[in-house]
């Protein structure tokens, strides 16, 4: 463009506008900025407050997680499970044709007598009751050996020290399984500190045995029937050694074998006896001893308590009402069971 085609008119004119409203311009250009900034500063400090939310939910989710994880841990539900107590003794059924069913092994050093039965292989290895016996004493001892094989039977026999046993079986000469002695020919005429000595040595040879256990062998052993002697004081038996009753001394019926099936036995009123069992009810978290105040007594009045088990399915950390049952089985086995109801409130 030349210089002529210029309009210094125009240019003078908005030149002078711009000195006339500088303030204003400035005032207008301060303003933008001020907004830019304003805006800036907003998105800023929008964008701060969402992390910090995000933060504090994050920080309160963690609590939360805590929180429950201590409320889970306050709330946990120990549970007591006390089942039956299994039996020793196998199911045996004696085969059909077999005129030998049974082996006995006496562990002299235990004092304990094993039958076996015979299995599929005609081998006696199934063992099927433990008995309890006394065998000869120091200067008595009964003999040891392999494969002896009893003989003659006698309801009641006459011992060389002039007493007499019952269910007499002899196993070899002068050694038999019989019961403890009696005085005479009476079954109310027992020698009860000798009987009180089963599981010890005591006898004069003979293997010695209660009533019941020896009839048991009288009935379902014939003569013929094996026996092994033999020594191991570790171990009595695959059954183990079962107890053996004690007869008070002072007691009216000490003559009678307390084992005696027959039915003149006084002993026969009496059996195992729970006594002090009762409901039971306490608060959540409030754990008991439920053997408080429960106490049991054999056959004979003898204290059994250590024996007794708790049979159920219960806890103390969650409110309801459970079942605890309480059984005992004395040493000729009496049987008695109390159950009682557990009541967990809040």
Known sequence: MSKGNINYKY??????????????????????????????????????????????QDSNDEQTVVSTEE?????????????????????YIAPEGVYLPYFIKVNRAANCATVYGIDENGEYTIPVKAF??????????????????????????????????????????????????YYSMNKGDLEDGQYNKLGDYASLGCVRMCVRDVKWIYDNCPSGTGVTIYDDAVNPGPLGKPDSIKIPEDSAYAGWDPTDPDENNPWNAYSAKIEGAKDIQTKIGQ????????TATDTCGNDITAKIVTVGIYTFDQTGTYNIKYEVTDAIGSHDEVTVKLMVTE
């Open 11 to 56: 240019l003078k004119r908005r030149k002078s506008w711009f000195r006339r409203n500088l303030p204003l311009v400035i005032f207008i250009a301060v303003a933008v900025i001020a907004i830019a900034g304003a805006l800036t500063a907003g998105i800023m400090l929008s964008h701060s407050n969402k992390k910090k939310q995000a933060d504090n």
């Open 71 to 91: 409320t889970t841990v306050a709330r946990e539900v120990v549970w007591i499970d006390n089942k039956e107590p299994e039996s020793k003794e196998q199911e």
């Open 132 to 181: 309890a016996t006394s065998c000869g004493k120091a200067g008595d001892e009964t003999i040891v050996g392999e494969n002896y094989v009893t003989s003659d039977k006698y309801e009641w026999g006459y011992m060389v020290d002039g007493t007499y046993g019952r269910y007499a079986f002899r196993i070899s000469g002068g050694y038999l399984f019989h019961s403890v002695p």
């Open 287 to 294: 754990s008991i001893d439920v053997m408080t105040g429960v």
